[in-house]
């Protein structure tokens, strides 16, 4: 397992944007597959979108295709979700997580809860309307 740090979240007016960071440590090398998912109140965490190890290949839910791009920067151990026009419904703690102790396939990215197995402590992010 490794340590996760989100960063950026906040306060946003619909069809704003945002940036969150995610911070990795606890590994020689930070080539594993990471993700986002979001837990609105009331509701299970979902995923919202992935990235294999090198950054070559990224997957989207339906519900943010278009809107949220997923990078990594392995040099500096963080991975970034870019959210544009947000919309109330993407209201949400969104939590950075890592395959990082698990075998992956390569260059494969992964959508479901527990196909991670470290997580951070979420950042929470609010869309006005």
């Known amino acids: 397992q490794v340590q996760l740090v989100e960063s950026g979240g906040g306060l946003v007016q619909a069809g704003g944007s945002l940036r969150l960071s995610c911070a990795h440590s606890?590994?020689?090398?930070?080539?594993?597959?990471m993700g986002w998912f979001r837990q609105a109140p009331g509701k299970e965490r979902e995923f919202v979108i992935a990235?294999?190890?090198?950054?070559?290949?990224?997957y989207s839910a339906d519900s943010v295709n278009g809107r949220f791009t997923i990078s990594r920067d392995n040099a500096k151990n963080t991975v970034y979700l870019q959210m544009n026009n947000l919309k109330p419904e993407d209201t949400a703690v969104y939590y950075c997580?890592?395959?990082?102790?698990?075998?992956?396939?390569?260059?494969?990215?992964?959508?479901?809860?527990?196909?991670?197995?470290?997580w951070g402590q979420g950042t929470q992010v609010t869309v006005s309307s």
């Open positions: 997580a890592a395959r990082a102790g698990t075998s992956y396939r390569s260059n494969s990215f992964y959508t479901a809860f527990s196909d991670y197995d470290s």
């Open positions: 990235i294999s190890w090198s950054g070559g290949r990224t």
């Open positions: 606890g590994r020689t090398s930070s080539t594993y597959p």
